[in-house]
């Protein structure tokens, strides 16, 4: 079996999981949401009557709320919903194959092709010219899209518990680390087994862990699933909008958005990863982030009022983005042999790591990074230079927000990169590597002294 094809029956195993999970929810919740009207609209594009309700069509502003995976569809709005309606005019979509939008596709959906759905409904509907997103999981990938696609057409936009948008293998082993303590019902501890150990050789950069789990998790709730015949065509459009999501490079949507987002995240999500919010925060030009406590990937049936709390506060008021602010420029920093857990921070003329493990930059700025024979993470890292940016030999390092402006972007040897929301302003050379792999999420390569952007976002060998 090919590698990519494995690598996508991670991550969509998982996100099958979850949206039997949330099909499960919404048989034991009933809670009914108090309506104006409920309307279907034929798509012309998926082929199938698109379901749309709407709360308060009477107020003046519009808000649309776009749903994530599982057959709940506009029902995971039931709790949330309700409590925007005496301010707006709430507009609720089933997605085309989900919920009461059910049927088969006449094409494979994916974040755009949704996004321009949405714009069909939104466009009959709406009762402001602009309006405001809000989108949850899968569906805040999708308004990241619409963000792209339609910026004129938002006011502004609430991303919440953001799904996908790192590279699928990356993804794959952030998923791996986020439930590696789950339990399941019965107490016992879910074990990650060997049964891919075959494979291991051939594979040894993907979370083989995360198939078995997932393998687990799902095979119950599989066989529950397709008994129920109504929900057999529905199962393949969980996996055919999985598989969509993890394939589209957000990049664009990312870099070049200019609506004011706020950002959304639960403090024990283990389905949407924290480094996403992140990526977005630190990349989105005009963007608010706010952790949700005690709350898991569902925020808005979890903790309903304080996301309506949070939400309503940023909408009533102007934001300007916050920038990091950093200590005063130091010497030097260096670490030599240590495999001291330690996090250091600050403004530096250099950086060297040399053999050293457990270690994290955070919030550094400096003219040059130096790492060899080290295994470390680097998070809201800042090089300006005239020179080499990044020299890196025999190494694992782990990017986030990485942010270069020098005559060379980063020299890698012999290492393992894994380098996400990443902007790279460059003179010469952008990347320069040998014997190594690196693995792209959302990141920007610009060379000095041109208009034209360049996106990286997949696994590149050198």
């Not at 919740?29 to 082929?47: H, N, P």
């Not at 909008?241 to 957000?250: H, Q």
């Not at 200019?258 to 924290?274: F, M, N, P, Q, Y």
């Not at 990141?443 to 002294?449: A, I, N, V, W």
């Amino acid at each position: 079996m090919k590698l990519f094809s494995l690598q996508n029956i991670v991550v969509v195993l998982f996100f099958f999981n979850v949206s039997c999970t949330l099909t499960n929810e919404k048989n034991a919740e009933q809670t009914r949401l108090t309506s104006t009207s409920e309307s279907k609209i034929f798509d012309s594009s998926f082929g199938v009557d698109v379901y749309v309700k709407q709360l308060s069509s009477d107020k003046e502003k519009t808000m649309v709320l776009i749903h994530g995976l599982g057959d709940s569809a506009s029902r995971d709005w039931s709790k949330l919903a309700p409590l925007f309606k005496d301010k707006y005019h709430v507009l609720m979509i089933d997605l085309p194959g989900f919920g009461n939008s059910g049927g088969e596709l006449k094409i494979k959906p994916n974040p755009e092709r949704y996004a321009r759905s949405v714009q069909k409904i939104i466009d009959q509907f709406k009762r402001s010219e602009k309006v405001i997103m809000v989108g949850h999981s899968m569906g805040a990938a999708i308004t990241l899209s619409y963000l792209h696609l339609f910026p004129n057409l938002v006011e502004k936009a609430i991303l919440i518990s953001t799904a996908g948008v790192l590279e699928r293998t990356v993804y794959a082993k952030e998923l791996t680390q986020l439930n590696s303590n789950l339990k399941d019902k019965n107490g016992m501890e879910l074990r990650y087994t060997n049964i891919f150990n075959s494979y291991t050789n051939k594979m040894s950069n993907m979370s083989l862990e995360l198939v078995s789990y997932a393998a687990k998790v799902t095979r119950k709730s599989r066989r529950k699933w397709f008994a129920d015949d109504k929900n057999k065509n529905r199962g393949g459009v969980n996996v055919q909008a999985g598989l969509g999501l993890i394939r589209t490079n957000f990049a664009p949507a990312i870099f070049i958005n200019e609506v004011a987002t706020l950002i959304l995240w639960g403090e024990k999500d283990r389905i949407a990863s924290g480094r996403v919010s992140q990526i977005l925060n630190n990349n989105l030009k005009n963007s608010a982030f706010h952790v949700i406590k005690n709350s898991g990937h569902v925020p808005i049936k979890e903790k309903p009022s304080e996301v309506y709390k949070i939400a309503t506060k940023w909408l009533s008021t102007s934001y300007t983005s916050q920038t990091t602010s950093f200590p005063n420029t130091q010497d030097s920093y260096t670490c030599n042999n240590s495999l001291q857990h330690k996090t250091v921070t600050g403004s530096y003329v250099e950086v060297n790591i040399l053999n050293c493990e457990n270690l994290k930059l955070e919030n550094i700025t400096t003219e040059k990074l130096i790492v060899y024979g080290s295994k470390l993470e680097v998070n809201n890292m800042k090089i300006t230079s005239d020179r080499l940016a990044v020299d890196i030999y025999d190494s694992s390092v782990k990017f986030t927000n990485l942010k270069i402006k020098s005559n060379e972007g980063l020299s890698v040897k012999k290492s393992n990169i894994d380098i996400a929301g990443a902007d790279i302003d460059y003179k010469y050379s952008p990347i320069e590597a040998f014997d190594t792999v690196v693995r792209w999420s959302v990141s920007r390569l610009k060379q000095q002294g041109s208009s034209k952007n360049f996106y990286k976002h997949g696994e590149e060998h050198y």
